[in-house]
Structure formats: C-alpha cells, structure tokens
C-alpha cells in the first residue's frame, strides 16, 4: 500500500504544491503565487502532457499564463502511452532545472499519483509490457480489473480513474510483475514540499464544473475530440482517457445522443471531483485555503 509521506525535509529544496478538485482554481492560484514568488510551474495532470488535448483536458491558454514558464505540456503523443515513471523523470529534470535558477518550483494538478511521484518520491518500477496477460486481463469488464487492482494495491486504486481500462490493467500488471504493490521510500525523498489545497464548496464547485463544461462545448471540445480520432487516436485510446474523451467518443460513435453525452460526463466529472478531495483530505500535510492571501501567507511563513 502506498504510505504517504510524514513530513518534509528541511534540508532539501523547498517545492509548492497545489492540490483540490476539478474546476477548483488550481492554475489560476499557481499562476498568482508563480507571480508573486518568482516561480515557475509544473504540470501535473496525466491528460495535459498530451498534445492535442487541449479544451477537453483545460490545458491553460498562452495568455492565462501571464509569462509564467508552464512545463510538462504537450510532451507526448497521445497514440503512444505515456508512464507515470516517465512523467518522474521529466518533472524531476524540470524542478532541478527551476532550482538551478533560483526560482521556485510549483508542481500543480489533479492527478494525485503525478503529485506523488514527485512529493512522495514514489519509487515507480521499470516494468515492460506483457502482452499475454494483458490480453486475458481485456477479458475482465472494467469494474472486475477496478476490484482486482483493489485486492492487490489499494493505495494506486484510491488515485486511479476507475473508468479507466488501459491505466487500470498498467497497474495490475506492475503488481503481477513485481509481486508488491507501488511502494514510496522516504529515502529518496527529495523535495521539502508546502502543500496547499483549495477548499471550496460542494454546491459552487458544482456550479464550477456545470459552467466550465458549457463553455469547453462551445469552444469546440467534441471538434477537438473528432480531429483526435482523424489524426489516427482510436476510439478506443479516446475512451481510455476518461471523463470528457470517453462520452463524446461514445457520442460520435452514435453509442449514445447528445443528451445522455451530457449529462453522464456532467455525473462524472462530478464524481471525479469527489474522489479528488476523498484521496487529499487523509493527507494530513495538507494546508487548506480558500483565498489567495491565505496560500500568500502560508509560504512567507514557511520562508519559502
């Protein structure tokens, strides 16, 4: 089972991360406080390091940066598959490269095991593909591979998609590999990480999401989808990633109509949200904040 760090070391170099739900406000906090502190920012959303994926995964425009350098955007293709461990090994370049300039390295996102792999020093094994189980495992319906990754890791399945049939047979073939589940070694710890977490209501993040949602549709998120799938991402790679990809592939599939694309992805992203906050709220480092001069205070405390 994955352990969650008991502290921060102070000797080493000290990283912000920012944590919440979905639609919470996390980039436009980075951003502010990047500003403020002289940092710069690291991605951490398993979807975003995609090309391509721009509306359906709410990759930050150039403008809404406001100068600030954004890393581990657009770094793969999305017909390739891209590991959490290569992910480490890039974002951990990135924040030795952000030290050496004597800036201040701010890692944000809601993908909790990308988090962890930096924060945590998660140590992610090297495991090549065996296509022999992966093929029995694509017997399995999705809700057989979520429980038997349960059964096995129930620390990865508290941060995994559920939904997510390739990320969920990935894990379950690294424990069959290694015969332990992801562990994390305080050892290789190498970051004094400030942690600050968005707190916001259930009722207006809900709102938040509702809007968010209306507006990708009008920005063109099923075009985005459609000329993913033209370019040569299958259907099934699409439904893969989740949440947003997953219903309006089905919907362009005509697997379903437009108003049941609708509100099923409303329903998950909602749930998604939720499982965001039910991982971060046991994670006891965690500051949580809900105005910026709060998360402004929390790091000239910590003399960051």
């Given at each position: 089972?994955?352990?969650m760090?008991t502290?921060?070391?102070k000797?080493?170099?000290?990283?912000?991360?920012?944590?919440g739900?979905?639609a919470s406000g996390?980039?436009?906090l980075?951003?502010?406080l990047?500003?403020?502190f002289?940092?710069?920012?690291?991605s951490?959303?398993?979807?975003?390091?995609?090309?391509?994926m721009?509306?359906?995964?709410?990759?930050?425009k150039?403008?809404?940066?406001?100068?600030?350098?954004?890393?581990?955007?657009d770094v793969?293709?999305?017909?390739?598959?891209?590991s959490?461990?290569?992910y480490?090994?890039?974002?951990?370049?990135?924040?030795?490269?952000?030290?050496?300039?004597?800036?201040?390295?701010?890692?944000?996102?809601?993908?909790?095991?990308?988090?962890s792999a930096?924060?945590?020093?998660i140590?992610?094994?090297?495991v090549?593909?065996?296509?022999?189980?992966?093929?029995?495992?694509?017997?399995?319906k999705?809700?057989?591979?979520?429980?038997?990754?349960k059964?096995?890791?129930i620390?990865?399945?508290?941060k995994?998609?559920?939904k997510?049939?390739?990320?969920?047979?990935?894990?379950?073939?690294i424990?069959?590999?290694?015969k332990?589940p992801?562990?994390?070694?305080?050892?290789e710890?190498k970051?004094?990480?400030?942690?600050?977490?968005?707190?916001?209501?259930k009722?207006k993040l809900?709102?938040?999401?509702?809007?968010?949602?209306?507006?990708?549709?009008?920005?063109?998120m099923?075009?985005e989808?459609?000329?993913?799938?033209?370019?040569?991402?299958?259907?099934?790679?699409?439904?893969?990633?989740?949440?947003?990809?997953?219903?309006?592939?089905?919907?362009?599939?005509?697997?379903?109509?437009?108003?049941?694309?609708?509100?099923?992805?409303?329903t998950?992203?909602?749930?998604?949200?939720?499982r965001q906050?039910?991982?971060?709220?046991n994670?006891?480092?965690?500051?949580?904040?809900?105005?910026?001069?709060e998360?402004?205070?929390l790091?000239?405390?910590?003399?960051?």
């Open positions: 089972m994955l352990q760090g502290g921060r070391k000797d080493n170099p000290k990283i912000i991360v920012i944590v739900p979905t996390k980039s436009d980075a951003v502010s990047a500003k403020k002289d940092g710069e920012i690291i951490a959303d398993s979807r975003q390091v995609y090309k391509g721009d509306i359906g995964t709410g990759k930050i150039e403008e809404e940066m406001k100068g600030v350098p954004h890393y581990l955007l793969a293709d999305p017909k390739e598959k891209f959490v461990a290569k480490k090994l890039l974002a951990e370049e990135k924040v030795e490269e952000i030290i050496n300039k004597k800036k201040l390295p701010i890692i944000c996102g809601g993908t909790a095991f990308y988090v930096i924060a945590d020093g140590i992610i094994p090297e090549p593909p065996d296509w022999k189980l992966r093929k029995k495992l694509e017997e399995l999705t809700e057989e591979l979520f429980n038997k990754l059964k096995i890791d620390g990865r399945a508290k995994i998609d559920e997510n049939r390739r990320r969920l047979i990935r894990a379950i073939e424990v069959d590999k290694t332990k992801v562990q994390k070694t305080r050892i710890q970051y004094n990480p400030l942690f600050i977490g968005i707190q916001i209501e009722e809900h709102e938040r999401i509702k809007r968010r949602l209306d507006q990708r549709l009008e920005e063109g099923i075009d989808v459609m000329t993913l799938n033209k370019s040569g991402v299958s259907w099934k790679i699409l439904e893969d990633f989740g949440l947003e990809y997953r219903w309006i592939a089905r919907y362009l599939q005509n697997k379903i109509d437009y108003n049941e694309m609708y509100e099923s992805l409303l998950d992203i909602k749930k998604f949200s939720k906050m039910t991982w971060w709220k994670d006891k480092r965690i500051s949580w904040i809900k105005k910026y001069k998360a402004e205070k790091i000239k405390n910590n003399a960051f």
